[in-house]
């Protein structure tokens, strides 16, 4: 209900008239960021890529909900790290036969840190928000995953509630996990990391599926797009996001439980959390509106417009949640009962200042 309230008073503060708009008088602090930095340990040392994407404004607005649930198809996630507790929901798996697990659920748990760290909570890092995460396991103990065990994945996704699903894993052909984004679009988005093979895919390598976003990865300065390792581009791109040195919570592998990781795996979880954010800001959306609202407010990098390397722009968070924003019904002269219902229900005072007067309801 706070995040109803955070959006409401978002969407107030658009107006010429309005001067202020904020909880008061005591009453619980809404669930967005009081400060425009978070207190977590490692953000001003290894996490400049979030303030490259505007992650302190979009977090003046929202944090993010944990609500929203974001399915992290891959190798498993740890639900003991301690910046993910009590939002990981128990795992499913669509592979046959035994599943990995101990180590080797490292990189599940790092793709879902990058979504879903705590925020302002004065431990490890940030994520792009408090989402709730879905794992779905889609490899064997070798590693390996097939196209149709991610395409399962996805399905289950979307029954679960998944709103945007995540697949930091490359397969031989995304055709049936296309098809099975097809069959969800109306509930989910897709988000799949372009790969690392620091090399063009060509249309037949990588065909320019419908139903999947394509992310690649980019320096942290948006110089280039990453090549150190390096991220895949061609006709399949659609978004870009930070993709070196991200910072990752691990506590299976990593010796202090937090580490830096570089590649388009950690770029795909980024654009997946800002849809998650936009869902946080207005549950109403479409995955279509999600998906143009990414689109049309990403930084445009590269060549103008739409390109093979960055796709439409790199991942803009502060953009998109002002775009989510802007979506939030037209506020009308007083307040809807079922906002006062809302505000009373917290016992707050809801205060709106503007030029003329000031309104005050309470219950």
């Known amino acids: 209900m706070r995040q109803r309230v955070n959006s409401a008073i978002a969407r107030w503060l658009i107006h010429a008239a309005v001067l202020s708009a904020a909880w008061c008088c005591g009453g619980l602090p809404p669930s967005s960021a009081a400060a425009l930095t978070p207190n977590d340990f490692y953000y001003p040392t290894y996490q400049g890529y979030l303030d490259l994407i505007g992650a302190p404004a979009a977090w003046e607005i929202s944090t993010g909900s944990p609500s929203v649930i974001v399915a992290v198809l891959d190798s498993g996630v740890n639900a003991a790290a301690p910046d993910l507790a009590g939002r990981v929901l128990p795992g499913i798996s669509t592979t046959t036969g035994p599943v990995l697990d101990g180590i080797t659920i490292s990189h599940g748990t790092q793709v879902a840190s990058v979504v879903a760290m705590d925020i302002n909570n004065g431990i490890g890092g940030a994520g792009i928000g408090r989402f709730t995460i879905l794992p779905i396991t889609v490899t064997n103990t070798m590693g390996s995953n097939t196209s149709y065990w991610l395409a399962d994945g996805v399905r289950r996704a979307a029954a679960e509630g998944a709103k945007a699903i995540v697949i930091s894993q490359s397969t031989l052909t995304y055709s049936p996990v296309n098809q099975a984004a097809a069959e969800v679009a109306d509930r989910a988005l897709v988000f799949v990391a372009a790969g690392n093979s620091n090399s063009r895919r060509s249309e037949a390598a990588l065909p320019n599926y419908e139903h999947l976003i394509f992310v690649s990865g980019t320096m942290g300065d948006d110089r280039a797009v990453w090549t ?23 506590p299976t592998v990593l010796p202090n439980g937090y580490g830096l990781n570089s590649g388009t795996s950690f770029a795909a979880p980024i654009a997946a959390g800002a849809a998650a954010l936009v869902w946080s800001i207005n549950p109403n959306l479409t995955p279509a509106q999600v998906k143009q609202i990414l689109f049309s407010t990403a930084t445009d990098l590269g060549d103008p417009g739409w390109d093979e390397v960055f796709g439409h722009g790199r991942v803009n968070l502060a953009g998109a949640a002002a775009a989510a924003v802007a979506t939030v019904p037209e506020p009308a002269a007083m307040l809807s009962l079922a906002m006062l219902a809302a505000i009373g229900a917290f016992r707050k005072t809801f205060r709106l200042s503007n030029r003329f007067a000031r309104l005050r309801t309470r219950r």
Not at 228 to 250: E, I, K, N, R, T
């Open 228 to 250: 150190g390792g390096g991220s895949s581009w061609g006709p399949a791109v659609d978004l870009s996001a930070p993709a070196v040195s991200v910072l990752v919570a691990d």
